[in-house]
């Protein structure tokens, strides 16, 4: 095993995978896929199958959304799900705190406690989804429904 292979944030990801029946997921690349239209290109999918995991803060809580990678989200929409008027972009410091991965290979799971999340009903239009995998190099792919099942999160419109 590789020292990427070996990381921390990555060997929780797939930890929290396994425990679904997700084996064989992950996918480490020999470059960083920090974006979604990166790993789409990479992948050779459409940008919108990327589940970018994108930390917010609702107030004072980090809240994690994960959005489909052809569109922004509506922060507005989204802050109400939260229960706020609007949230806010959390910075890298509150991501690694929150997820105890960086921005750029933040997954929807894996993190040390759990964080109030909502998918992106827009990813239910993909048959095969890229989320990070908590690092820059490295992703797993999942159907929508095994996004949900991983995450336990509602599904509504976010963008």
Same mark, same amino acid.
């Given at each position: 095993m590789t020292e990427v292979e070996a990381a921390p944030a990555l060997a929780a990801v797939r930890a929290v995978l396994e425990r679904h029946g997700l084996v064989d997921r992950v996918r480490v690349f020999d470059v960083e896929l920090p974006t979604a239209a990166a790993a789409a290109q990479h992948l050779g999918c459409e940008v919108g199958a990327i589940a970018n995991s994108l930390v917010f803060r609702a107030g004072d809580e980090p809240v994690l @959304? *994960? /959005?489909s990678g052809a569109h922004r989200v509506d922060v507005a929409r989204a802050g109400a799900l939260f229960g706020v008027e609007r949230l806010r972009r959390a910075d890298a410091d509150l991501v690694l705190a929150a997820t105890g991965q960086q921005v750029g290979g933040c997954a929807p799971v894996g993190h040390p406690a759990p *964080?109030?999340? @909502?998918? &992106? /009903? &827009?990813l239910a239009g993909h048959e095969r989804l890229w989320a990070g995998a908590g690092i820059k190099p490295a992703m797993f792919w999942a159907t929508f429904d095994e996004l949900v099942a991983l995450t336990g999160a509602p599904v509504a419109a976010i963008a």
């Open positions: @959304v *994960l /959005a *964080l109030r999340t @909502v998918i &992106d /009903a &827009d």
